[in-house]
Nanobody, 116 residues
Framework: VQLQASGGGLVQPGGSLRLSCAASGSIFSVNAVGWHRQAAGKPRELVAHIVSGGSTTYADSVKGRFTISRDNAKNTVYLQMNSLKPEDTAVYYC???????????WGQGTLVTVSS
């Protein structure tokens, strides 16, 4: 299983970015997928999660600003990030949790920097 994240970059406070994560080598549609992030000097934390049926979970800090979605036909999960704040600055990692084993695969991470 391979996960390729993209879409990070530098954005001003209040701006938007959309992250993408393309998966290969698995039955993507049945697995849960999502995003974690890790800011400098802080532990990795869950940002958003979506299961095969479409139910979602968000960290309180991003509710109402971030939206996770998935396109099973393209084996891709997205994270639309709006109203970005400097505290959203982090490396964002996508992941896929295999339904049958619970094993988690991670992407390589993409850096999001929110700064003026």
């Amino acid at each position: 299983v391979q996960l390729q994240a993209s879409g990070g970059g530098l954005v001003q406070p209040g701006g938007s970015l959309r992250l993408s994560c393309a998966a290969s080598g698995s039955i993507f549609s049945v697995n849960a997928v999502g995003w974690h992030r890790q800011a400098a000097g802080k532990p990795r934390e869950l940002v958003a999660h979506i299961v095969s049926g479409g139910s979602t979970t968000y960290a309180d800090s991003v509710k109402g600003r971030f939206t996770i979605s998935r396109d099973n036909a393209k084996n891709t999960v997205y994270l639309q990030m709006n109203s970005l704040k400097p505290e959203d600055t982090a490396v964002y990692y996508c992941y896929q949790r295999v339904l049958t084993t619970g094993f988690v695969y991670w992407g390589q991470g993409t850096l999001v920097t929110v700064s003026s």
